[in-house]
């Protein structure tokens, strides 16, 4: 059974930064990609960052603007996503999703993915 499990959610100022985590296993293959999305209050799910199953190629949305980095530990079939100099507006719960390959339009993943965590909240106070 696949399972993705988000950690390192938090509270953080402005300006701040945070390191989230997305452990996956039961994976059948060791190529999978994996993406963050997040959803704020009220609004509709929005990709964020995806890497590709050979961790070679990177996807961002562009309103991420080098911000957010997505890397992953392939020891710890971790991924994670470091966001820097957040915003308010950043505040949400993240999610990461895993599918064969990055689905994105413009770079911006789609949240088409199969495979789900239940989420990590990040809160970003002004």
């Known amino acids: 059974e696949v399972q993705l499990v988000e950690s390192g959610g938090g509270l953080v100022q402005a300006g701040g930064s945070l390191r989230l985590s997305c452990e996956a296993s039961?994976?059948?293959?060791?190529?999978?990609?994996v993406a963050w999305f997040r959803q704020a209050p009220g609004k509709e799910r929005e990709g964020v960052s995806c890497?590709?199953?050979?961790?070679?190629?990177?996807y961002y949305a562009d309103f991420i603007k080098g911000r957010f980095t997505i890397s992953s530990d392939n020891a710890k079939n971790t991924v994670y996503l470091q966001m820097n100099s957040l915003r308010p507006e950043d505040t949400a719960v993240y999610y990461c999703?895993?599918?064969?390959?990055?689905?994105?339009?413009?770079?911006?993943?789609?949240?088409?993915?199969?495979?789900w965590g239940k989420g990590t909240l990040v809160t970003v106070s002004s």
């Open positions: 999703a895993a599918d064969e390959y990055c689905r994105t339009t413009g770079g911006t993943p789609l949240p088409v993915m199969p495979y």
């Open positions: 039961g994976f059948s293959s060791d190529e999978y990609a």
């Open positions: 890497i590709s199953g050979d961790r070679r190629t990177k």
